[in-house]
């Protein structure tokens, strides 16, 4: 069974970098077929994409955010990561990893359990 | 940008009802069309994709039709494990692939 974990602070600064961590189990990266993505929730509010990467590194992100955002990939340990640079308090949401399949219609099978981010000083 | 507007916002009915939620797409997205159901404080879990097909292990209660730019979410018989917000997603075109604002299904 596919699980994914997101870690990293809770606590991000205001300008400072905010960093996430995906690290998935049951499934390996390297196999191909899927986008391991991210998405946000801020409180109370709907989900917002932020992007994706396939296990050979191309990506794709959201536009609103996409001078301020990476995702790496580091296949040899199963994981994948997020960093938002510049953060400020409309960064802070819960923050979900998820994979992405793309044989036939592209959709998130699998999602890790989110991760509440906070951007205060 | 891809907007996916759901109706209604929310909506109440009684265990057994028949429950509709729609979902239109600003342009046509063919069948790309995705349902997910969110409890509190949990993520969201996928219920349908491809518009109309049934996600392993989901229940049998949940259907959805739809194709180009009018979709359709429906539980035959509410019941209350039910109780969720739904979100329609496109993944017709990325980037942005882009949610609906959710349906809150209460139990009246």
């Known amino acids: 069974q596919v699980q994914l974990q997101e870690s990293g602070p809770g606590l991000v600064r205001p300008s400072q970098t905010l960093s996430l961590t995906c690290t998935v189990s049951g499934d390996s990266i390297s196999s191909g077929g899927y986008f391991w993505s991210w998405i946000r929730q801020h409180p109370g509010k709907g989900l917002e994409w932020i992007g994706y990467?396939?296990?050979?590194?191309?990506?794709n992100y959201n536009p609103s955010l996409r001078s301020r955002v990476t995702i790496s990939v580091d296949t040899s340990k199963n994981q994948f990561s997020l960093k938002l640079t510049s953060a400020t308090a409309a960064d802070t949401a819960v923050y979900y990893c998820?994979?992405?399949?793309?044989?036939?219609?592209?959709?998130?099978?699998?999602w890790g359990q989110g991760t509440l981010v906070t951007v205060s000083s | 940008d891809i907007q996916m507007t759901q109706s209604p916002s929310s909506l109440s009915a009684s265990v057994g009802d028949r429950v509709t939620i729609t979902c239109r797409a600003s342009q046509s997205i063919s069948d790309y069309l995705n349902w997910y159901q969110q409890k509190p404080g949990k993520a969201p879990k996928l219920l349908i994709y491809?518009?109309?097909t049934l996600q392993s292990g989901v229940p049998s209660r949940f259907s959805g039709s739809g194709s180009g730019t009018d979709f359709t979410l429906t539980i035959s018989s509410l019941q209350p494990e039910d109780i969720a917000i739904y979100y329609c997603q496109q993944s017709y075109s990325a980037p942005p692939w882009t949610f609906g604002q959710g349906t809150k299904v209460e139990i009246k």
């Open positions: 990467i396939y296990h050979s590194g191309s990506t």
């Open positions: 998820a994979r992405a399949t793309i044989t036939a219609r592209p959709r998130f099978d699998h």
């Open positions: 491809g518009a109309s």
